[in-house]
DNA sequence: AGAACGCTACCGACCGGTCGGTCGGTCGGC
DNA sequence: GCCGACCGACCGACCGGTCGGTAGCGTTCT
């Protein structure tokens, strides 16, 4: 039930392995619904030799949403935390989970549904790694707004929103659709940055050019 | 697995109570995850006797899914049709939408998550009542961007983003904190319509904008 | 008036089946 | 010859669902 980021032996290529295709059944069918028997059939493997693998199946559902996180810090927080300018690093943000999260077709994040279902322990930690993450979008979206990029928007509000966009994309997007993901992903990015900045030359801007605050608009009404 | 608003007989006054008592309890824990027992056993009664109203597990979670289908048809869409300038049909819409979100405490919102548990004809009449609201919403946008009142964005996007924003408000929205679900459900429609439209001093801003640099008090779920 | 009836609302006991999980192996490669 | 990977058979618990009742109550028959 502990047990992140071993160093990659036959085991744990196996394990991670058998955690990727297991994501993608949970997700479709749902944690509950689906019995460890069909589990393994799907894994060409018995029951019994699945439990060689995980001592339980809330154990292997931990082990899968947390490499679904391990995903989201490798490949949204970390590289993200290196972008200095706020606006950058929000639409950096937005692109990039948007991007992982339709490319797992939403194993990531629809597995982060199935939380309830951990044991508290378990759930703490995957609570606190969410924490985490939902900490970066809102402190970014602080620094904007004290920089007087942000229109007059509750940051919290504004950062759980953000969050439910995100989420939400894999309950509808379609891979071989209108739209790649690569696209769907910049459209998102663009509507909730659109969104919530100023506006003033939203996509490429030259931050010299930028009021500090917007007191008041034309027209108030 | 049919009826569908039938005259308050005592009958049905009993049915409702009970649908709308099952519904807290499988939003709380999830339909696969409640036994019938312990739903009975909630309700004060035993699971013959809850059988009696219901002729199976299946159908007790299209009567609830149903039931908030009627809400949201009742309070949000029936409302909303007779509105006839776009933008303030769009900014009804969301208000609404999220104000019944958050006082059932996601019970209309979170069940929908759980179609994959009806059988294939019950969910195809799910979705078909959900994608009218859909088509609501995304109809709305395309007469504001016809109207030349929308930004650049993409219309279907759009809307499920919108969409996407609203039904993941239960899963932070807590009753009795920093805001009411009145505060909220206008900063979210003044946040998504604000995103959407092309800015000339049309949004009106809420107070509860100003800026907060306190830490975080809350997490997802 | 009151016995008989019909019907709703509900219960205790029970059913077949499946669940998550265990255990004593077997077998192939180092 | 040992050890990791895996299997077939099996377990008790619990699942959704059924069945034969019955207590209570309004209506009807006499």
Redesign the pocket.
Known sequence: MTARRQPAS??NS?RAEICRKVAQIFCDRGF?A?????I?RSL??????L???F????ALLFEIISFGLDRVHDEVIVPVRAVRDPEERLRQLVIRHARIITRAQGAVASLTDEIHALPPPARKKVKQRMRVYFDLVRDTLTELKVAGRLRRVDVTVAAFSLLGTIVWLPRWFRHGGRLTEEQVAKEVANLVLGGLLERQGLTIESPLARRRLSPARRMPR
């Open positions: 036959s085991l196996r509950d689906t019995s460890v028997s069909e393994a060409g493997m018995t029951k019994a030799g439990y060689h693998y001592v339980s199946k809330e």
